[in-house]
């Protein structure tokens, strides 16, 4: 059975830096495009950041968001730094296993979520 994990998140001040991890569990996805979503309250789930064998990012993120992989752990980290109250959200992590997209619908597999939340 696979399974997402996160953690790392929890309450920061504006201008402070997180980092999220995502393990996985019962399968390996070293060929898979691991990614990180977001939704903020009242608001639909947004793409962050994607890593396959390139590395996109939402235009909100770009230059203060770095997503990296240890397909030894199975593991997909999210650098938040420079945080901004907007950026308050529940984080998932997610895996397309066969394909480059970046879309929710292409997802495969989700986590739980972990809450982000950037106090001003």
């Known amino acids: 059975q696979v399974q997402l994990v996160e953690s790392g998140g929890g309450l920061v001040q504006a201008g402070g830096s997180l980092r999220l991890s995502c393990a996985a569990s019962?399968?390996?996805?070293?060929?898979?495009?691991m990614a990180w979503f977001r939704q903020a309250p009242g608001k639909e789930r947004e793409f962050v950041a994607a890593?396959?064998?390139?590395?996109s990012y939402a235009d909100s993120v770009k230059g203060r968001f770095t997503i990296s992989r240890d397909n030894a752990k199975n593991t997909v980290y999210l650098q938040i730094n420079s945080l901004r109250p907007e950026d308050t959200a529940v984080y998932y992590c997610?895996?397309?296993?066969?394909?480059?997209?970046?879309?929710?619908?292409?997802?495969?597999?989700w986590g739980k979520g972990i809450l982000v939340t950037v106090s001003s």
């Open positions: 997610a895996v397309n296993v066969h394909g480059g997209s970046r879309d929710v619908g292409a997802m495969d597999y």
């Open positions: 019962g399968r390996t996805f070293s060929r898979a495009t």
């Open positions: 890593i396959r064998w390139d590395i």
